[in-house]
């Protein structure tokens, strides 16, 4: 670690050498915190829902486990989730009857035992034990059957369930607009998909059967006590109260815990993340030794939350069992004064079913808590899975008209459009792409220049004005078709995981393979796919990582090309490559644009001087439009950018 002394020291050379500010500009009401106190206060605001929902894997109670939140609408909900399982009414009825038998037979066994006790052991009938013994082998076996019978039904039931479940939500994810994935966290709309479904699955799976069987044997077993000794059972049912306020003391405790040790978790998840991602950034300036400190407080907190939480968590059973134990003891103690005084008619048998009852009363009290726990996550995390189903899908009013072929001929009629209803991004913008010629669109970041490109592909719609395709509203097409006819080439391309070739035939798939080859070539990009190990098989990792980013946006012309659209729109894109590259793609490009309407965002202008038609885009608003040689006449706005650019060749060309 670098000492303080080291610390002052850098600190005082960087001071030497920082310029003065003026006073009237220095807030010396403002205080400078230091990086601990920052994380402090940064931390006491955060929302940790979200790193809860990044945390996954490990085992032991709470570990990995995804926290859910309380549901709003628990009845609504549980039908819906009913309604999954309708198609499976035999197969649950099935399930039902098996876990009733199971119960059943659970509650039958002690009363069994202690007859065999009374009526054959006691009576030293050891032919009478045999056969009750036999008999009891044979419940066994039953029960047995019963429970592998319900447990295995449910589960495939709950997996199809789930499988429908998910399924529908990711079908409508794939049907949202883009709007949903701005305001939305990443995070969050995965999570819904995973935990969230999965919170579901446990709650089907295991939970309702235990819930179930729980309850017959609670009742079961309370009513068999009674029947074979009421003071006996008056005597268990005393400690009812206690046991159900220990484990809801303990739950609740318990639960707080494993939220805090999940919070930990997610923060120490955080800065492995940013350690992974950032590794060169923190080689960069040599802070190895403050990342691994950090790394040290965080997990020294996890561990004595966790700690914490797996204490609180194994106190339960202890707990239980103890109270069991003085059960046990209490009720054998006291039956056997009974019967040794005679003052009330019991038998020894008696004694020995009611300690098994007892046992089988108390063992459900103490699950019902954490099972009602999990019961209502699971319905917290259908709410949140079924909130995503029902997010109305981008094609709800979607147009009439289908398209195989449009002439590219696009105007924008005093269109105005905000993100946010009081924060318009474009204000009143007309302007036309002229069929089969190159459309520039230039300005300063945060123009609006990505927005007209966002509202010709509809991913979002104007607040007023309209855009014509062909001289027809844009409303008027069916979304898939006007989007089939519009390929578009980004600044920061993206490629799936696969193959080369896979990516590219992803532009049009009912392609064969020499048409893919031929795009890759009209892409210059054959070349180098060729020398790839196993040329178009080549494996593409996530985001396509494995390439530099000359290459991943050749590979998308390539398949730009192959989807031969009528209307081409690029967006920045060589701003990202070196010289040499940007020449092949400029190349590729001149191809692509060759007879088609084309709209290119441009912070380079040296590429769109041979535009037919250049419009200028400032705080929203259109300000200039005109050819590259009327413009720069015009002495105006994209004169000033243009001369900013290429101020020194402008100078020697003066000169």
């Excluded at 318009?424 to 990505?450: M, R, Y």
């Amino acid at each position: 670690m670098k000492s303080n002394k080291d610390r002052k020291d850098k600190m005082n050379l960087m001071s030497e050498n920082l310029p003065v500010l003026p006073k009237d500009i220095i807030d010396h009401s403002s205080i400078i915190l230091n990086k601990d106190q920052i994380k402090k206060r940064n931390e006491a605001n955060k929302d940790y829902s979200k790193m809860f929902n990044k945390t996954t894997g490990g085992r032991g109670p709470g570990r990995g486990m995804y926290i859910g939140a309380k549901p709003k609408n628990a009845k609504g909900t549980v039908l819906r989730i009913l309604s999954y399982l309708n198609p499976y009414k035999f197969g649950l009825i099935a399930v039902f009857f098996a876990i009733i038998i199971t119960s059943a037979f659970g509650v039958l066994i002690p009363w069994l035992f202690g007859y065999t006790i009374d009526n054959y052991i006691m009576k030293f009938d050891f032919n009478g034990a045999a056969i009750i013994a036999l008999f009891l082998i044979g419940i066994a076996v039953l029960s047995s059957a019963a429970r592998f019978v319900s447990r295995f039904v449910l589960a495939v039931i709950s997996q199809k369930a789930i499988k429908q479940i998910r399924k529908e939500a990711f079908d409508n994810l794939q049907n949202l607009p883009v709007q949903y994935y701005d305001t939305n966290q990443p995070g969050d709309i995965v999570s819904r998909i995973t935990n969230d479904v999965d919170l579901i699955s446990n709650s089907l799976a295991s939970v309702v059967s235990e819930l179930i069987g729980s309850f017959i044997t609670l009742t079961g077993s309370l009513i068999m006590m009674f029947f074979v000794n009421y003071a006996l059972a008056l005597v268990v049912l005393i400690f009812v109260p206690i046991m159900v306020l220990l484990t809801q003391k303990i739950s609740k405790i318990t639960r707080k815990g494993f939220m805090a040790q999940q919070k930990h978790l997610g923060a120490l998840n955080g800065i492995i993340e940013e350690s992974i991602s950032g590794l060169k950034v923190i080689k960069l300036y040599s802070q190895e030794n403050d990342v691994i400190e950090e790394f040290k407080q965080k997990n020294n907190e996890l561990k004595k939350t966790g700690f914490k939480a797996q204490v609180y968590a194994g106190v339960v059973m202890p707990i239980i069992n103890f109270l069991n134990n003085l059960i046990y003891v209490i009720i054998v103690s006291l039956g056997g004064l009974l019967y040794i005084s005679g003052r009330v008619a019991i038998t020894v048998g008696d004694i020995s079913a009611i300690t098994s009852y007892a046992r089988q009363f108390i063992q459900p009290i103490a699950n019902l808590a954490q099972l009602f726990n999990t019961l209502q996550q699971g319905i917290a995390g259908a709410e949140r899975v079924f909130q995503l189903i029902d997010e109305k899908t981008e094609y709800e009013n979607d147009g009439e008209i289908s398209v195989n072929k449009i002439k590219g001929l696009v105007e924008f009629k005093d269109v105005t459009f905000g993100y946010e209803a009081d924060k318009p991004v474009l204000k009143n913008i007309s302007f036309k792409a002229e069929e089969g010629k190159i459309t520039a669109i230039v300005g300063p970041t945060g123009s609006g220049k990505t927005t007209i490109i966002n509202l010709l592909n509809r991913f979002y719609d104007v607040n007023s004005g309209s855009i014509e395709i062909d001289d027809k509203n844009l409303y008027s097409y069916q979304k898939n078709m006007i989007r089939k006819r519009i390929g578009v080439v980004l600044q920061d391309t993206i490629l799936f995981s696969g193959t080369v070739y896979d990516n590219i035939i992803y532009g049009d798939l009912t392609c064969n393979k020499e048409e893919v080859i031929k795009a890759a070539k009209l892409a210059n990009a054959h070349d180098f796919i060729m020398k790839l190990p196993h040329g178009y098989e080549s494996e593409v990792y996530e985001g396509g990582q494995n390439f530099s980013q000359g290459e991943r946006q050749l590979i998308s012309i390539a398949r730009t090309i192959l989807s031969n659209p009528d209307i081409l729109i690029l967006d920045e894109a060589t701003s990202n490559v070196d010289t040499r590259t940007e020449f092949k793609i400029q190349e590729s490009m001149k191809l692509l644009m060759n007879g088609r309407t084309s709209i290119v965002i441009a912070h380079r202008l040296q590429t769109i001087r041979n535009a037919n038609k250049i419009i200028v885009i400032s705080d929203g608003e259109l300000i200039e439009s005109g050819s590259h040689i009327e413009l720069l006449d015009a002495k105006g706005f994209y004169h000033d950018l243009y001369t900013t650019q290429f101020k020194d060749l402008v100078q020697e060309l003066k000169g």
